[in-house]
């Protein structure tokens, strides 16, 4: 049995049993009985469920259900009337728009944080840096062996998002552009399924949120395209622009929102909501 195989294997088996156990806690009747839907984007998630509690606390008559999917199920959402906020780790796609347009939703955007994407490999990696080009060509499937950057003669396995994933998506735009997917990367849910996968199996490779990172994975220093000094990825160099695989996070409401759901983006983007962004290892959005 090949390594990739048997890690597929194994990562298979491990989220088939967290979605049991996450499907064995929800509770339809109190998401059908929320006041807002907010949902979408893992990356947002957990600052959406710290929101949450933290506006409850100064507005406890307020039933807010959150949950992830991705963005473009978020999106989707949106559009059909399931969800009053969408989560996304991406801009809405023109054919969205269009999707919206053609439903009599119209979108509003709002950009609430921002998020550097952090190379993570497992902590037995000896390598500390790779260049935008390097990591481009691993993930679409043109450099297969870690001894071809200059690490142990070992196969590089890739972890990567499903191509719901607004993730999937800005790091496709930021890294490889036009190329593709190597098409035998294994493709994760969230970014906790990545993280948690290289975290586990030496040769892996992957990408998660800043908000994701602890001590369990190691993150890669990223040379900038053109060449240069590699880029560490924290927060303050995402804030000074140097970091190169950076983007922001958004939520959408249809139309301008008023009431309860206007309150609630407005504590979003203020002083509340964006001091949970800086807590949680995101980019808060500047005033």
Known sequence: MSTKIAIAISISLALAAALVTAGAGCSRESEAAATIRQLGSTTLLPLAEQWREAF??????????????GSGTGIKALLAGGAEIANSSR????????????????????VVAHDGLAVIVHPANPLDELSVEQIAAIFAGEVNNWN??????????IINRDSSSGTWQAFKDLVLKSREYAVEALAMPANQAV????????????????????????????????????????VANVQRGTYPISRALYCYTDGEPSGELGDYIQWIKGPGGQAIVAELGYVPVPE
């Open 56 to 69: 409850n606390h100064e507005y406890p008559n307020v039933e807010i259900a959150v949950s992830g999917g």
């Open 91 to 110: 801009p809405m796609k023109d054919e969205e728009r269009a999707q919206a347009q053609a439903a009599g939703v119209s979108p509003v955007e709002y």
């Open 148 to 157: 071809e950057l200059g690490g142990p003669d070992s196969e590089i396995v």
């Open 195 to 234: 993280l948690d996968s290289v975290s586990r199996y030496q040769g892996t490779i992957g990408y998660v949120g800043l908000g994701y990172l602890n001590e369990s994975v190691k993150t890669l220093n990223v040379i900038p395209p053109g060449g240069g000094v590699a880029v560490e990825p924290t």
